[in-house]
């Protein structure tokens, strides 16, 4: 019996003090917050209002105010560090090539139109601009605007180069940097732990366990961005009609679950961005579940969304 009441006490307690923690967090952690808070993420550049990842988007991003541009990261033959997203240039440039087997100067323009990942049935046509970038160009070009860089290769010397790259430019509280996959976060992570740090898909799971468990206020973490997709997008990306009623269901559990639990996961210790959100509808609903920002392909249409309704950059 006295067993009983021991475990029933301490159970309680832990389930009390886990919940206190939770909602109070700073009673156990000072709350990380970096030098750079965003509301308003450019997604490419912008990638449904220019040709993705060149540097017109990425001034026309800044030009409407932006608080963050995000890009991805490829190595050339040459280590020379280029903003792309594909490994492969072929929907990008009609040339089936990888960018690691050409050197800068042999890499294609792009095309003239590209398809827009996040927006059923659009495409983008571009300007004059159709070169594939350099890292170094956008940080000459914007030195003080919050970069979000996705590395998409798992190779340790692009790792190295956009480390140096961020260092030389003194730029370390101005970049996140990371990976879906573990394997490729980690050793970002140890090369140059001064960068803030995206949550690899992997360590989401691990955070949602934790959350679950109420181990997450006693668990120190050392990434400090959490990206993650608001699940009903996916009826953005095919027909709705053609969804399975199970698939329906499942969207929307996975939708209440972010509901509840985004606001408390930002207050925690870490920014909490939703991506990628093209419409009006969606803004409102992530800054509605708490998201600290929300990545978009359409800039424009969320600054006059945010200025329509009074949402700022965080103080």
Known sequence: MCAAVYVLSTVTGYVLTSALLLKCPNLLHRKR???FLCRHISHRGGAGENLE??????KHAVDVGTDMLELDCHLTKDEQVVVSHDANLRRA????????????????PYLCKLDVTFQKECYCAGGDDKRIPLLQDVFDAFPNTPINIDIKTNNDTLIKKVSALVTKYDRENLTVWGNARN??????????PRIPLLFSLPRVLQLVGLFYTGLLPFVPLKEQFLEIPMPSILTKLKDPNGLTRSQRVLIWLTDTRLRSNTLRLSRICFQVYIWVLNDEEDFQRAFDLGATGVMTDFPTRLRDFMDKNGISKPE
């Open 33 to 35: 917050r970096g030098t």
């Open 93 to 108: 440039t009609g040339i089936n090539a990888f960018i690691s087997d050409m050197a800068y100067n042999e890499l294609p």
């Open 53 to 58: 990842n060149t540097m017109a988007a990425f």
């Open 183 to 192: 394997q490729v976060a980690k050793k970002c992570y140890k090369e140059n």
